[in-house]
């Protein structure tokens, strides 16, 4: 390695300034995406643990200290995806924050509870590629390229993803709309 010279950093050091800024700025969102994908806030914290050890090991592996967020979000996104795979037994119930907001009619928080466990369940029963593309594309408002960068995935095969995965979601919530409106 490199010592400093005057006020020039070795890259080292700018790779570890960039990834620790960004956790600073951005760890609690980087839970909050694995509990979504996850569904499970013990195991988002253990993802998330996981990740940072990764990052920090493999902090050579940050080409560009600019694209930080996004070097960081494809480790986080794989180590979700680890923990799926090793899952034996997946939630039913997740929780999404302000999904099941109060409404002016009892009848009509219940049916939102229970639009939301219904989309909850379909969002948990893709498989964990779907599952992130899903994440990342609509609770992290972020486009298909970006997505592509992040979980190492061309761009067509992220689309390709989307793609099935809403069908499988509109029908799941096309099921449950129909038998809400079917009268008991």
């Given at each position: ?9 070795r ?9 620790i800024?960004?956790?600073?700025r ?17 195991d ?14 493999g902090?050579?592996?940050?080409r560009?200290?600019e ?49 939301t ?28 390229d ?39």
């Amino acid at each position: 390695m490199a010592i400093r010279e005057g006020t020039r950093e070795r890259p080292v050091d700018a790779r570890r300034d960039a990834l620790i800024g960004h956790l600073g700025r951005s760890l609690d969102r980087a839970y909050a995406l694995a509990a979504v994908i996850l569904g499970d806030r013990a195991d988002a914290e253990e993802a998330t643990h996981d990740a940072v050890c990764t990052a920090w090991r493999g902090i050579d592996g940050l080409r560009e200290p600019e694209r930080v967020e996004a070097w960081f979000t494809r480790i986080l996104v794989n180590a979700c995806r680890d923990r799926l795979r090793r899952r034996k037994v997946r939630p039913i119930r997740v929780e999404l924050d302000g999904a099941t907001a109060a409404a002016s009619a009892v009848d009509d928080a219940f049916e939102r509870i229970d639009a939301t466990d219904e989309l909850a369940r379909a969002l948990l029963a893709l498989s964990p590629q779907h599952r992130a593309v899903v994440v990342l594309r609509y609770w992290d408002d972020l486009p298909v390229d970006e997505i592509a960068i992040r979980t190492g995935e061309r761009a067509g095969t992220v689309k390709s993803r989307l793609h099935y995965a809403l069908n499988s979601l509109r029908a799941v919530w096309d099921r449950a709309d129909a038998e809400r409106r079917t009268p008991r």
